[in-house]
């Protein structure tokens, strides 16, 4: 049986979209204020945002923290 | 009087192997992580709050392959883990295509626009460093992603075993990373030189 934390297969999928959209829109966000000098504290907090979604979601960092040595 | 044989620990098996390699992984990616947080260092106090002179339009295009390239290898890594490996194989090519066409972007295209060159200045010295370091780790995760077409299309990963492609996959969204670090840093922070 699957364990209750790891999504199934076409919910993988589907998070895999929802999160490059995600990453899409703050890209054309991070060039908006990038081409209007808009202060550049907001592109660092972007950049951390994605960087954070993509260890997360994409490289799955939680699973060097599990115990059982399984593929999801 | 003979000596007790402690009972074999599973240190061999596949799940064990997983664990310790997933650990060396991370731990590689940090040792990279810290020499790209070098170069972005090297950046700011090069050029403080100026940036190279460059096509920001370039730089969105650019940025926006390597995302769409990160779509495609965790779309991948998940088909091999559902048993799926022609979506695997689709993907991985897509990945891999779109990678070099991240190369040709940077090297072939905004490499060839540069008003400067490599030894004119600090905003050469910071630009052809960071993209060129960039790009040979994207080189090099081509030829990672290369390898791992080759073996699933001999079939050598299975919906339960597929480690090389895990590690792959990581790897180039490492490289993803550093470049949503970088992106900013070059195109878009601070005033034109």
Do not use: C
């Not at chain 2, 990616?29 to 260092?41: E, H, K, R, T």
Request: aromatic share 14%.
């Amino acid at each position: 049986m699957e364990p209750k934390t790891s999504p199934s297969r076409p919910d993988e999928l589907r998070r895999g979209v929802l999160v490059f959209v995600f990453l899409a829109i703050l890209t054309a966000i991070e060039y908006f204020i990038g081409t209007h000098e808009l202060p550049s504290i907001l592109l660092w907090v972007i950049a951390l945002v994605k960087a954070g979604l993509v260890i997360w979601y994409f490289m799955h960092l939680k699973r060097a923290f599990r115990e059982e040595g399984e593929h999801e | 009087m003979s000596a007790e044989v402690p009972a074999l620990k599973p240190t061999h098996s596949y799940a064990y192997k997983l664990r310790t390699q997933r650990i060396g992984l991370w731990l590689f990616i940090l040792s990279d992580a810290f020499m790209f947080g070098g170069l972005l260092v090297t950046r700011f106090y090069l050029l403080g709050n100026r940036r190279p002179d460059l096509d920001q339009f370039v730089g969105l295009i650019v940025t926006s392959v390597l995302l769409i390239s990160s779509f495609f290898m965790n779309r991948a890594e998940v088909h091999i883990s559902q048993g799926n490996r022609r979506g695997f194989i689709l993907s991985t090519l897509i990945t891999m295509l779109l990678g070099l066409g991240f190369l040709a972007g940077v090297i072939g295209v905004e490499w060839r626009l540069a008003h400067f060159g490599p030894a004119d200045g600090p905003q050469g010295a910071v630009f052809y460093m960071m993209t060129g370091m960039h790009a040979f780790h994207v080189i090099t995760g081509v030829i990672f992603l290369a390898i791992i077409l080759r073996n699933g299309l001999k079939g050598h990963y299975s919906a339960e075993r597929h480690w090389a492609v895990e590690a792959a996959a990581n790897y180039w969204h490492f490289v993803d990373v550093v470049w949503i670090f970088f992106y900013p840093a070059l195109y878009l922070i601070g005033m034109a030189l």
